[in-house]
């Protein structure tokens, strides 16, 4: 077997180029070391629709079944899938063999341990790696285990539906785009038991990903769908990542809508619900998230980026929802998992129960709230970026500093968060003000000091 490169080893998920990184021999060996990790005796494993995905897939289950674990095959599924399936059907873990948002010629491992919580690189990616990389993978303690096929889609898309009253969704005119994902798998059940007229882009699954990349945050992969909303002059546009476990939301004007402020409108559609919660966000949103969230009787809960700590901080926390700027949204009542589907209908209940267009329940954080994006700054060596980040904190330090996830500094018109990547050397940059003026300039004012 040749050599595993450490590389693909990443703080959420393993990751990296096919054959070149991720190989059949690489998954064998992963699927030996997790069943280890875990001590698993049961697990499901499912797949995107990349065309390596099948064969990783298939890898991996040898792989766990040499080791003495029973696989449940789920087949081709959205990532959030297998979180219904592992949390539903009891089972020790799972893992999905997917690349997510990446171009079709990568590929890699999503992992869940028990109740669907995630392995990361601070628990659980490290000690495979480290096994696996040093061919010390713990010789099988049980026979090998059996195989299973089971099909879940239909109990997943009742527990989705479950989130929305359907029978108060307005017939919007919307536009779908799955880019050659597992969107394409999942929301022709869906928006089939909506009233809603829908325009349908990208919807044949194909891993090669003929029409653009399954990356709705990149402006080019939005184009299209961004030039059928004005053309049917739809109310919104609903765009999914390959994996379909993030979507993302174009008004109904062509804009494209931050994830700062999805998250927000998800708040208060969640505290519509059940008042009285707490709810989680990233430490780069908008503090419009924070406003909307007390607005509306609950309790906002800053948190560091990541989906490992977000979910652990909601089961500590009890809470109700958390989101993430990068389109990733969590909902207790779906395990503290993240899913793909409940925004979108939850965004469509919204706008139903309060009679007004995206557009519409935007404007006003719009009018308030002026966010930069993330900015990404290549650095030569992470040496350099801890060498900025602290020039930045020195800088700035007469506002409210804290290093939370990097650094972060807040003052009563404007603030940011300047952090290192955690897995190449890259800064990223999120900043906001009240004046758009006030946010380019500011923007302007750090970025210089991070690419002096």
């Given at each position: 077997m040749s050599a595993i490169p450490p590389g693909i080893f990443?703080?959420?998920?393993?990751?990296?180029?096919?054959?070149?990184?991720?190989?059949?021999?690489?998954?064998?060996?992963?699927?030996?070391?997790?069943?280890?990790?875990?001590?698993?005796?049961?697990?499901?494993?499912?797949?995107?629709?990349r065309t390596s995905s099948p064969a990783l897939a298939a890898a991996f289950i040898e792989g766990a079944r040499a080791q003495g674990a029973t696989v449940v095959d789920y087949g081709m599924?959205?990532?959030?899938?297998?979180?219904?399936?592992v949390a539903r059907d009891r089972l020790d873990g799972g893992a999905q063999i997917t690349a997510s948002h990446n171009p079709g010629r990568y590929n890699g491992i999503k992992m869940v341990r028990k109740d669907a919580l995630p392995l990361s690189g601070d628990a659980g990616i490290g000690?495979?790696?480290?096994?696996?990389?040093?061919?010390?993978?713990?010789?099988?303690?049980?026979?090998?285990?059996?195989l299973e096929t089971s099909s879940i889609l239909d109990a997943y898309v009742e527990r989705v539906l479950g989130f929305v009253d359907t029978s108060a969704i307005k017939p919007f005119n919307v536009v779908l785009d799955a880019g050659g994902g597992m969107a394409g798998l999942?929301?022709?059940?869906?928006?089939?038991?909506?009233?809603?007229?829908?325009?349908?882009?990208?919807?044949?699954?194909?891993?090669?990903?003929?029409n653009h990349e399954a990356n709705?945050?990149?402006?080019?992969?939005?184009?299209?769908?961004v030039e059928r909303v004005i053309a049917e002059k739809a109310d919104v546009g609903i765009a999914w990542d390959g994996d379909a476990d993030r979507c993302f939301f174009i008004d109904g004007t062509g804009a494209f809508v931050a994830g700062d402020f999805i998250t927000a409108l998800l708040a208060e559609a969640a505290l519509r619900k059940t008042a009285g919660q707490k709810i989680i966000y990233d430490l780069r949103a908008s503090r419009a998230v924070k406003d909307t969230v007390e607005a509306h009787g609950g309790t906002a809960l800053m948190n560091r980026v990541g989906h490992a700590f977000i979910k652990r901080r909601m089961r500590e926390e009890h809470a109700l929802f958390a989101g993430e700027v990068t389109g990733h949204y969590y909902f207790r009542d779906f395990y503290y998992a993240d899913n793909g589907f409940i925004p979108a209908l939850l965004i469509l209940e919204l706008m139903s129960k309060k009679d007004r267009t995206l557009h519409a329940l935007l404007e006003p954080f719009r009018e308030r709230y002026f966010i930069s994006g993330e900015i990404n700054t290549p650095m030569s060596d992470m040496a350099k970026a801890s060498a900025r980040v602290k020039e930045l904190s020195e800088r700035y330090r007469d506002?409210?500093?804290?290093?939370?996830?990097?650094f972060s500094v807040e003052y009563p018109d404007w603030h940011f968060n300047v952090r290192e990547s955690n897995t190449e050397p890259i800064l990223r940059l999120n900043l906001e003000a009240t004046t758009r003026e006030m946010m380019e300039a500011k923007r302007d004012e750090v970025l210089a000091i991070i690419r002096a």
């Amino acid at each position: 077997m040749s050599a595993i490169p450490p590389g693909i080893f990443k703080a959420y998920d393993i990751r990296g180029l096919y054959p070149d990184e991720i190989t059949e021999d690489g998954a064998r060996a992963i699927g030996r070391a997790y069943v280890a990790y875990l001590n698993a005796q049961r697990i499901a494993v499912s797949r995107d629709m990349r065309t390596s995905s099948p064969a990783l897939a298939a890898a991996f289950i040898e792989g766990a079944r040499a080791q003495g674990a029973t696989v449940v095959d789920y087949g081709m599924c959205a990532t959030d899938m297998l979180y219904f399936g592992v949390a539903r059907d009891r089972l020790d873990g799972g893992a999905q063999i997917t690349a997510s948002h990446n171009p079709g010629r990568y590929n890699g491992i999503k992992m869940v341990r028990k109740d669907a919580l995630p392995l990361s690189g601070d628990a659980g990616i490290g000690e495979i790696r480290d096994m696996v990389t040093s061919g010390r993978i713990p010789e099988p303690t049980r026979p090998p285990g059996g195989l299973e096929t089971s099909s879940i889609l239909d109990a997943y898309v009742e527990r989705v539906l479950g989130f929305v009253d359907t029978s108060a969704i307005k017939p919007f005119n919307v536009v779908l785009d799955a880019g050659g994902g597992m969107a394409g798998l999942v929301a022709p059940k869906l928006f089939a038991r909506l009233p809603c007229r829908t325009t349908k882009l990208c919807f044949e699954i194909d891993g090669t990903f003929p029409n653009h990349e399954a990356n709705p945050l990149l402006e080019e992969n939005r184009r299209d769908i961004v030039e059928r909303v004005i053309a049917e002059k739809a109310d919104v546009g609903i765009a999914w990542d390959g994996d379909a476990d993030r979507c993302f939301f174009i008004d109904g004007t062509g804009a494209f809508v931050a994830g700062d402020f999805i998250t927000a409108l998800l708040a208060e559609a969640a505290l519509r619900k059940t008042a009285g919660q707490k709810i989680i966000y990233d430490l780069r949103a908008s503090r419009a998230v924070k406003d909307t969230v007390e607005a509306h009787g609950g309790t906002a809960l800053m948190n560091r980026v990541g989906h490992a700590f977000i979910k652990r901080r909601m089961r500590e926390e009890h809470a109700l929802f958390a989101g993430e700027v990068t389109g990733h949204y969590y909902f207790r009542d779906f395990y503290y998992a993240d899913n793909g589907f409940i925004p979108a209908l939850l965004i469509l209940e919204l706008m139903s129960k309060k009679d007004r267009t995206l557009h519409a329940l935007l404007e006003p954080f719009r009018e308030r709230y002026f966010i930069s994006g993330e900015i990404n700054t290549p650095m030569s060596d992470m040496a350099k970026a801890s060498a900025r980040v602290k020039e930045l904190s020195e800088r700035y330090r007469d506002g409210h500093t804290y290093f939370l996830d990097g650094f972060s500094v807040e003052y009563p018109d404007w603030h940011f968060n300047v952090r290192e990547s955690n897995t190449e050397p890259i800064l990223r940059l999120n900043l906001e003000a009240t004046t758009r003026e006030m946010m380019e300039a500011k923007r302007d004012e750090v970025l210089a000091i991070i690419r002096a």
